[in-house]
């Protein structure tokens, strides 16, 4: 059974920095393209960034490019967001998520809440 | 990359059928398979129940079902039970090599 679990949520002023985590497990991470996908609260589902199996390629939605990086290690089997410069509209439950054939097995999420 | 297109809200009886349908352009839904459904229920985080169009991943109830004709996709629930009652999102592979999902679809089951 594939496990993702996510840390590193919590409150932050904007303009702050955040680095969230996501260890895996019951897949193998170094095959898997890895996605971050947002839920503001009350809202949709919103694609973030991805990262291809070895690091390579990465990807981002135009609303973090330059501000957030994606990145894993897969000696550690860890997926991780980089949130820098962070605004009010990236508060959002952060969710690390895995993609095979185009669907994505989801973590439970990480709530990142960006207030002054 | 704007969101795909899914009605607000669907309704339906205990036992009846249903389809959610997902809009998008030539850019995503009809220049890919990569067609994926999820089921969210309030507070917990969102399930696979469609992926590739039409597939469905092991454990989803063969009451599911997804196809796709052109720019729409459409996820078919029949047999409504009320633990269908859920948010569902359509999403969609692009030619940005991004992923863009749909604005949700409530269902209620009356």
């Known amino acids: 059974e594939v496990q993702l679990v996510e840390s590193g949520g919590g409150l932050v002023q904007p303009g702050g920095s955040l680095r969230l985590s996501c260890a895996a497990s019951?897949?193998?991470?170094?095959?898997?393209?890895m996605y971050w996908v947002r839920q503001a609260p009350g809202k949709g589902l919103v694609w973030v960034s991805r990262?291809?199996?070895?690091?390579?390629?990465?990807t981002y939605a135009d609303s973090v490019k330059g501000r957030f990086t994606i990145s894993r290690d897969n000696t550690k089997n860890t997926l991780y967001l980089q949130m820098n410069s962070l605004r009010a509209e990236d508060s959002a439950v952060y969710y690390c998520?895995?993609?095979?054939?185009?669907?994505?097995?989801w973590g439970q999420g990480t709530m990142v809440t960006v207030s002054s | 990359q704007s969101a795909l297109t899914q009605p607000a809200s669907v309704s339906g009886s205990p036992g009846q059928s249903i389809t959610i349908s997902c809009t998008g352009t030539?850019?995503?839904?009809?220049?890919?398979?990569?067609v994926s459904w999820y089921q969210q229920h309030p507070g917990k985080a969102p399930k696979l129940m469609i992926y590739?169009?039409?597939n469905r991943p092991s454990g989803v109830s063969n009451r599911f079902s997804g196809s796709k004709s052109g720019n729409t996709a459409s996820l078919a629930i029949s047999g409504l039970q009320a633990e269908d009652e859920a948010d569902y999102y359509c999403?969609?592979?692009?030619?940005?090599?991004?992923?863009?999902f749909g604005g949700g679809t409530k269902l209620t089951v009356l």
């Open positions: 999403s969609s592979f692009t030619s940005s090599s991004t992923v863009v």
């Open positions: 019951g897949l193998i991470f170094s095959s898997s393209w």
């Open positions: 990262i291809s199996p070895d690091g390579s390629t990465t």
């Open positions: 590739e169009v039409s």
């Open positions: 998520t895995r993609s095979q054939r185009g669907g994505l097995d």
């Open positions: 030539s850019s995503d839904i009809s220049a890919y398979n990569y």
